[in-house]
């Protein structure tokens, strides 16, 4: 049987994820990848760690909120750009989102321990950023490159307006030229990667 110690079973809540029972893990919440829904399950449950599957930018709000509580994320093949992301929101462990559930389960134990865990896709983009080998930004004009230092900093839209002295609009349109340049439709997608890059 697989414990965390002296017999105890390991206690998880599941945002975003189907879970299968396994032998040691206790699912005492199973809730949407959603800030308030996540932190209320949290704060009523106290489980040893929160496993997360996230949806775009509402993640990070959910990793932040996690507080005390260790958190493992599961990411789709096409959002390793989020990792570092994740891991400065606070989250110790990554796993592919098609992991196998024993994986699944060790890495449970080991982030619900306190250590950190990564795997391959995780581990790839940690080395190019340590490495300097971080995959490089698009050519961007002036105007979009300090809307993408903006957005970096999760900024909403008319956040970037007010900052930036500009209309709505105008904001709304260069962020559609970034996402395109990035090609992508996922605004935490092009955060991460201007992080990645050094932005802002």
């Excluded at 307006?161 to 935490?188: E, S, W």
């Amino acid at each position: 049987m697989l414990t965390r110690s002296l017999g105890k079973l390991l206690k998880v809540v599941a945002a975003g994820v189907p879970v299968v029972p396994a032998d040691g893990i206790e699912v005492i919440g199973s809730v949407p990848p959603e800030p308030d829904a996540v932190a209320g399950a949290l704060a009523a449950a106290r489980p040893d760690v929160l496993l997360l599957r996230p949806a775009g930018r509402a993640g990070l709000a959910v990793i932040r909120r996690a507080g005390h509580t260790p958190v493992l994320v599961l990411t789709p093949p096409d959002a390793g750009e989020l990792v570092l992301a994740a891991m400065r929101a606070g989250a110790r462990g990554f796993l592919h989102d098609g992991a196998d559930p024993a994986d699944v389960v060790r890495a449970l134990r080991v982030v619900a321990g306190g250590a950190a865990v990564f795997g391959q896709d995780a581990a790839d983009r940690l080395y190019a950023r340590l490495t300097g080998t971080a995959p490089s930004l698009p050519a961007l004009t002036a105007r979009e490159r300090e809307v993408l230092g903006l957005l970096a900093d999760d900024l909403g839209n008319l956040a970037i307006a007010a900052r930036l002295n500009l209309a709505p609009k105008t904001v709304r349109n260069v962020v559609c030229g970034i996402l395109a340049k990035f090609g992508t439709t996922d605004r935490a997608v092009v955060s991460a990667r201007a992080r990645e890059a050094g932005l802002p």
